[in-house]
T-cell receptor
Framework: RKEVEQDPGPFNVPEGATVAFNCTYS??????FFWYRQDCRKEPKLLMS???SGNEDGRFTAQLNRASQYISLLIRDSKLSDSATYLC?????????????FGAGTRLAVHP | GAVVSQHPSWVICKSGTSVKIECRSL??????MFWYRQFPKQSLMLMAT?????????EQGVEKDKFLINHASLTLSTLTVTSAHPEDSSFYIC????????????FGAGTRLSVL
């Protein structure tokens, strides 16, 4: 079983749509959680951290359910510029260091 | 946000040659730097974790003699792919973590390596 699993998509949605991505992780001891965005042939960029109480940043809302080991990202009012791959990322403490485990990503394509 | 510079962005080399990739944190001190590899349509895979002044810790299955990592200062880490072969062709990305303890990693722009 993969440590971080995501639906690969692609999700093809029209502008203005609301889209939700899900992610599950296998290590219950994982400590912190993030969503990164990666454009084609570019490096990942931090979109937002995910907190247990849920958090919102503009059109983006992230949720964490530790009991179910489940993370979600909701994008409202999709823009063309939201087209990218969204990476679910879990941080694990390991031998005194912190280690990021990446999901394979969910592709989003927003069309006019 | 913090800036991490990675160089070169693209390199093409002949099989058997060695390639060095640099990763620099420009506006913060990075006690820990990470090296990842990403094959097309796959997730980033951690290769090694490097701490300033000490030997890198390699992930299982990553050959330390093939992928040499040096982290001589708080702002610079290098990855050298020795005797590169076509199967080493990939997207290599570094990241750096600051001393702030927030577990956030800042990524370099990546290096696309093509071995002929």
């Amino acid at each position: 079983r993969k440590e971080v699993e995501q639906d690969p998509g692609p999700f093809n949605v029209p502008e203005g749509a609301t889209v939700a991505f899900n992610c599950t992780y296998s290590n219950s001891a994982s400590q912190s959680f993030f969503w990164y965005r990666q454009d084609c042939r570019k490096e990942p960029k931090l979109l937002m951290s995910v907190y247990s109480s849920g958090n919102e940043d503009g059109r983006f809302t992230a949720q964490l359910n530790r009991a179910s080991q489940y993370i979600s990202l909701l994008i409202r009012d999709s823009k063309l510029s939201d087209s990218a791959t969204y990476l679910c990322v879990v941080n694990e403490a390991w031998g005194g260091y912190n280690k990021l485990i990446f999901g394979a990503g969910t592709r989003l394509a927003v069309h006019p | 946000g913090a800036v991490v510079s990675q160089h070169p962005s693209w390199v093409i080399c002949k099989s058997g040659t060695s390639v060095k990739i640099e990763c620099r944190s420009l506006d913060f001190q990075a006690t820990t730097m990470f090296w990842y590899r990403q094959f097309p349509k796959q997730s980033l895979m951690l290769m090694a974790t490097s701490n300033e002044g000490s030997k890198a810790t390699y992930e299982q299955g990553v050959e330390k003699d093939k992928f040499l990592i040096n982290h001589a200062s708080l702002t610079l880490s290098t990855l050298t792919v020795t005797s590169a072969h076509p199967e080493d062709s990939s997207f290599y990305i570094c990241s750096a973590s600051s001393t702030s303890g927030k577990n956030i990693q800042y990524f370099g722009a990546g290096t696309r390596l093509s071995v002929l």
